[in-house]
């Protein structure tokens, strides 16, 4: 019998588990391409052309190094193992789970039925509110921002992290600085010597997030489009944790309630635009261009729109923040309509961007996963928080009727309905969405199969428009507040759902990982002691060779996976009276032909 002619057949159709097991050589080449730590020993269950189109590599050149790579073994020293770099967004997503978990969403969620159960905004204390505020934005999106950002850049730029064990230093960093701040607004008085203590934990930890980003994106030598959206966000970042303290200070520790009241009204704003708008939005809007055309086949934007997008968000964040303090401490209100004007220019950017990727647009069966709906849905809920932005004035000075029959120039329950439209509405959508869809593929999970999130879809959507709908309701009338003091619950619930499902996930990717990559990848030595199954896991084309020696049986599926890994060579041969030498002697000639 001659040795089987081997002819590579992998072409964008194929699937990385199939490739990868049939010829194991070619790991080293989705390696070198991101695939490094991802999907366990045979990676995602995913097409080959959607891993190129998801990590920008051309797919003719692939094809190419995958099938030449088919004839050649796999170097002695080769790395296989997942590294820290490449699980290191798993401990940084289950803080952002804990985080909105507790002092997050759960803690929001209490502190609204307070305020409807009272049936009023004074219900609570505001260190409560500034306490959960910052958790949610440097915990809950901070902590996925980061983690994300660790993961995904390196892969679409094909490096490697920079100095790993450093980045991850951030995390504990971040952990603690935010606990500390969480106690010392709950203080009794709150305490400034601690919140600068926590502050400083925190700018360190966002220094050392900006500088292995900025040096991760350095050494790929490979600049894009979305990479001054990622520079931007970065330094907003920076801006809000070194601000933060001072905040604490103006906010908390103010004189009398007129200068507290005169703080609030000058500078929370433009803080929060900077935290929310210049860190979750400008990342979002940064990271959607390289990850939505390649994760979904979406249309890329233009390089026009692009710089439109970057300048335009940005200028509003800067050109806003300057705007409103000046007008707010100069009382000049020509200055307060031009800030509106900003507003205006971010409602035109939320309507347009989904446009431009033919968002709502067919996409292929095998593109539409769990993620999608979130997605889109985010994208509505930041066209609504961005319109209810450009209504605020004349919300408040023409439409704008309280209880009491006078008018009051700020409607403290229409603005921040606003701000949950935002935050809940696209950012956590945004989240929900992404990491949806791209935790089961880095955990080995087949993500067709993985649950469909539905109830937590629907729950999110809800809470979140009840909250909004009635929280301006409590404008016109107090048997609003019940009903928007349940609805932050519901949204806990879906919260909840998501976060097991994405902490199973993990656990199966954390399980694959257990699995020694190299004895799936090493060379076999076949005895008479050798299992049937363990030769046709390895080496698939053996399964011609047992048939031609008497084993027909093996070619259905499930004896080959059931009996075939429980009987010996030595033992299949005697049963069947098959020439056990002659059988070794074929099947290691052509394993030592199939290593090559």
Not at 23 to 35: A, E, H, K, Q
Not at 218 to 229: L, N, P
Not at 522 to 532: E, F, R
Request: proline fraction near 6%.
């Amino acid at each position: 019998m001659g040795t089987p002619q081997r002819t590579p057949t992998i072409t964008g159709d194929s699937f990385l588990p199939d490739v990868v097991s049939r010829y194991p050589s070619t790991r080293v080449v989705f390696d070198r391409y991101g695939l490094q730590g991802c999907g366990g020993a045979l990676g995602p269950y995913e097409q080959v052309g959607w891993f190129a189109r998801l990590h920008g590599v051309p797919i003719d050149p692939l094809l190419a190094e995958l099938n030449e790579a088919t004839s050649k073994l796999i170097p002695p020293d080769t790395e296989l193992s997942p590294s820290l770099a490449d699980t290191i967004y798993r401990p940084f997503f289950l803080a952002g789970i804990a985080t909105v978990l507790t002092l997050g969403c759960v803690w929001g969620a209490i502190n609204l039925f307070t305020i409807g159960l009272k049936e009023s905004f004074n219900a609570i204390s505001y260190s409560w509110v500034l306490a959960h505020a910052h958790a949610m934005v440097f915990g809950f999106v901070g902590f996925f921002i980061m983690g994300f950002a660790y993961q995904a850049v390196p892969r679409f730029k094909h490096t490697a992290l920079w100095k790993p064990r450093f980045a991850f230093s951030s995390l504990p960093l971040m952990i603690s600085g935010i606990v500390l701040q969480t106690v010392a607004h709950l203080w009794s008085p709150p305490s400034l010597s601690l919140e600068i203590f926590a502050a400083a934990i925190q700018i360190t930890a966002v220094i050392v997030f900006a500088g292995v980003m900025i040096q991760t994106i350095r050494q790929a030598g490979k600049h894009e489009m979305y990479d001054r959206f990622l520079y931007a966000a970065l330094a907003w970042f920076l801006i809000a944790a070194i601000a933060n303290p001072i905040i604490f200070k103006l906010f908390e520790l103010a004189g009398t309630r007129e200068e507290r009241l005169f703080n609030l009204a000058t500078f929370n704003i433009p803080y929060r635009d900077v935290e929310l708008l210049g860190l979750a939005v400008v990342m979002i809007l940064g990271i959607s261009l390289r990850f939505l055309p390649h994760a979904y086949g979406f249309r890329e934007p233009s390089r026009q729109w692009v710089s439109f997008l970057f300048w335009g968000v940005n200028g509003s964040i800067l050109g806003g923040a300057i705007l409103f303090i000046a007008g707010i401490t100069s009382g000049n209100h020509w200055l307060l309509m031009l800030q509106w004007v900003t507003s205006v220019l971010l409602l035109v950017i939320a309507i347009v961007t989904p446009f431009r990727y033919r968002l709502f647009g067919t996409v292929a069966e095998s593109e539409c996963d769990r993620g999608l709906k979130f997605i889109r849905a985010a994208h509505v809920w930041f066209i609504l928080a961005t319109a209810m932005l450009v209504f605020t004035p004349i919300y408040n000075f023409g439409i704008y009727m309280p209880i009491t029959g006078s008018r009051v120039p700020f409607s403290h329950a229409f603005f921040g309905a606003y701000r949950h439209a935002l935050t809940v509405g696209f950012i956590m959508m945004m989240i929900v969405g992404v990491s949806s869809k791209v935790v089961p593929t880095l955990s080995g999970v087949d993500v067709r199969h993985a649950n469909s999130l539905w109830p937590t879809f629907l729950l999110l959507n809800l809470g979140n428009l009840t909250r909004i709908s009635f929280q301006i309701a409590t404008d016109f009338s107090p048997a609003a507040y019940p009903v928007m003091g349940v609805s932050g619950f519901i949204e806990v619930v879906g919260l909840t759902l998501w976060g097991y499902e994405l902490f199973t996930n993990m656990r199966v990717g954390k399980k694959l990982e257990r699995e020694s990559i190299a004895s799936n990848f090493s060379h076999l030595d076949i005895t008479p002691t050798t299992k049937v199954g363990e030769v046709l896991a390895r080496y698939p084309q053996s399964l011609e060779i047992f048939v031609q020696w008497g084993f027909p049986l093996l070619r259905n599926p499930v004896l080959r996976k059931t009996m075939a890994h429980a009987i010996t060579i030595e033992q299949a041969c005697r049963r069947e009276g098959v020439d056990l030498p002659g059988l070794l002697h074929e099947l290691n000639t052509v394993n030592r032909e199939w290593s090559r």
